[in-house]
C-alpha cells in the first residue's frame, strides 16, 4: 500500500485498480464483476438492493446484446439513476454528478455545465445523458467496453489546476459516495467555484479537513492588515463552528469559515480559533 500522495488524498484505490474491461467470451462471474463495477461507478458508489437492480438490461449484457457503453447507458436513464441524481437535485448538482459518473472528472468551466443545463431544457433528460455518452471524450477515454472510472486527479483528464482541486470536492475517497456522507447533499458544490474559476483546498478525507465545505460569498473576513513587504497573507479555512464551547452556543451561523491572516497574526488568529470551538482544515498562502 503506497504512503504517498495518492493514498493521502484518499485515490489511492483509484490509482491501484486498473480499468475493468469485458473481454467477449468471459465467463459468468466476470459478468457479474463487471455489472457491479458499472452500479457501482454510475451511481456514484451508492448501495443498490437486489429490487433496485435491472435484471433485463443486465441479461441483455450477459447474452451479448448490450456493450459495456449501452449497458452504462441503460443504468443512466432508468429511473433508479433519475430519481437518485436528477429529480431530487438542484440543477447544477445533477450535472456536476453526470460528469462525475459518466466522464470520471469534474466538469471544465461555466460554458460546459451551460450547455448541459441547455440540453435539458430543449431535449431532456435523456438526450443530456446521450450527450455524455456519445461524446468523443467518452469514446477516446473509455469506448464500447470499458467501465467508467474516476480520472480526474489524473493530469490527462484536467485541463488545468482548478479542475484538478474540484475533483477532490466530487470524491473524498473511494469509499466516498454522491451523495450520502457529503456535507453538500444534494445542493451544488461545485456551481459558484467553476464560474469565478475558484481552486479549491485539497486536503485529506481522513481527519477534520474533510468536513471543511467552502462557504457562501460573503463568508470571508479580514484579520489585521493587508500584506506588505513584511509577509504573505494566509488563507485559514476553518470548520467545526456549530460545536458547543464552554457551555455555550457558538456565535457563528455558518460552521465553515474562511479567514485572511497576515504572518505576523497567525499565531495570535490560531489562539482565537481554537478558543471559539473551532477547527482548522486548511492554511494555504494568499
Sequence with gaps: MPFGPASRLGVSLFDETPPIEWVPGASEEDAEILIRAVYRQVLGNAYVMESERLTVPESQFKRGELSVREFVRAVAKSELYRSRFFTSCARYRAIELNFRHLLGRPPLDLEEMRMHSTILDTQGFEADIDS????????????????????????????????????????????????????????????????????????????DGATFRTPPVGARSRQGVDASSGGKVYRIEVTG?????????????RSNQVFLVPFDKLSQEYQRIHRQGGVIASITTV
Design 132 to 207: 455524455y455518452l456519445d461524446s468523443d471524450e467518452y469514446q477516446s477515454t473509455f469506448g464500447e467496453n470499458f467501465v467508467p472510472y474516476i480520472r480526474g486527479y489524473k493530469t490527462e483528464a484536467c485541463n488545468s489546476m482548478v479542475q484538478f482541486t474540484h475533483t477532490f470536492e466530487l470524491v473524498r475517497g473511494a469509499s466516498s459516495s454522491s451523495l450520502k456522507g457529503d456535507l453538500a447533499g444534494k445542493a451544488p458544490k461545485l456551481n459558484a467555484l467553476v464560474i469565478n474559476q475558484t481552486p479549491t483546498p485539497v486536503v485529506s478525507p481522513a481527519g
Design 241 to 253: 463552528y456549530r460545536a458547543k464551547t464552554f457551555n455555550t452556543i457558538s456565535k457563528f451561523r
